[in-house]
């Protein structure tokens, strides 16, 4: 029974194993141009989030915390996905 049990468990880790090497491959190289939001100072000023399309020319409220729209966007979005 010892022997059983130690076989099933070494195939368990086995198969995790696989598993966690399939979602390592899958990853994306992180890579120049691979952000979520690119923020630009200088010559002008925009914050541009390249996942939901949205763009925010008052970059000082947006480092000052204010997400909200950055928030709405992606709750408006997931809701019409659904």
Known sequence: MKVLRS???E???EK???EKQADYERK??????SQI?????????LVKD???GLEVGNVNDVLDGNLDPFI???????????
């Open 11 to 13: 195939k368990e880790e």
């Open 37 to 45: 939001r690119s923020y630009t100072l200088h010559p002008y000023q």
């Open 7 to 9: 076989r099933l468990y």
């Open 72 to 82: 709405e966007r992606v709750l408006l979005g997931a809701e019409s996905a659904a």
């Open 16 to 18: 995790r194993a696989a």
């Open 28 to 33: 994306d190289e992180i890579a120049w141009g």
């Open 50 to 52: 390249h996942r939901i």
